[in-house]
């Protein structure tokens, strides 16, 4: 058996002071370092989060994106030496319970993904707003296709990472697309990947994207722009022959 790996759970947060301390309370029960980034929060998350002292908090002073605050997450773990970290939402979408669970499937891969399509629990909530669900599966297989992947849910944020291949990628984009880059730089740096079955959660389902992403259409016009941008740049570094990322160069 390989030896436990050190582990960080991360959780990227903006003005979520309505739930971040239950979901952290059961964060820490089932993660052995956990990391909040606070992504510019200012409805009194940053206090609650001043308050704790069994987690590590990163905070941007202004709104970043997802996207950024899950890169800062990799950026410390890649800092602080970790084997694998985790990401998790602080919306209740995950349950913290399986935490240990993705870690432990990450033994021998690079990305454990969570996948809410692959089993039905009984803990699934209501099904996926449809507009979600529709561009879901559309940039799913889109992304299947372009990259020869075999996903099932491109946009699960829970997963686990392990931290050595996350140094031969170079993300950029700051927001919700982010994954989207991500699934592109890992295809193209022939990083393994294992999806696992997770519940499907919905708890807030007019739960806001921002702005002009809050209309579906937009929204997936938005993606497939991210992909193609992340597909020309592997296409650039690659002419340039540099077909690995160095350490820490996207932090």
């Known amino acids: 058996m390989s030896p436990r790996p050190r582990s960080l759970t991360a959780l990227p947060v903006f003005n979520e002071a309505a739930h971040v301390c239950k979901v952290l309370d059961q964060v820490v029960r089932h993660a052995d370092d956990v990391l909040v980034v606070d992504d510019g929060s200012t409805d009194g998350t940053s206090d609650l989060l001043a308050a704790r002292t ?3 908090v990163v905070r941007h002073p202004e709104n970043r994106g997802y996207g950024a605050a899950l890169r800062s997450a990799f950026c410390h773990a890649m800092r602080n ?3 694998v970290v985790v990401t998790i939402d602080c919306d209740g979408q995950h ?3 399986r935490i240990q669970s993705l870690i432990t499937a990450c ?5 454990v993904s969570g996948s809410r399509y692959l089993e039905t629990f009984h803990q699934d909530t209501k099904p996926a707003p449809a ?4 561009i879901n599966q559309t940039i799913t297989a889109e992304l299947n296709e372009r990259l020869g992947l075999s996903l099932t849910d491109a946009f699960c944020g829970f997963k686990a990472y392990r931290v050595e291949a996350l140094r031969k990628l170079v993300l950029q984009d ?3 697309a982010m994954p989207l880059e991500f699934w592109v730089q890992a295809a193209a740096a022939g990083l393994s990947i294992r999806e696992v079955a997770v519940p499907l959660i919905y708890l807030d389902e007019k739960r806001s994207f921002g702005g002009a992403l809050d209309i579906a259409e937009q929204r997936l016009a938005h993606y497939r722009d991210v992909i193609d941008r992340a597909q020309a740049r592997v296409a650039e570094r690659r002419g340039r022959g540099q077909r690995q990322a160095a350490p820490m160069e996207m932090c």
């Not at 033994?107 to 990305?111: A, L, P, T």
């Open 54 to 56: 069994d987690v590590q």
């Open 81 to 83: 030496d970790y084997d």
């Open 95 to 97: 349950e913290p319970q």
């Open 107 to 111: 033994d021998g891969v690079d990305i």
């Open 131 to 134: 507009d979600r669900r529709r």
């Open 174 to 176: 700051d927001g919700y």
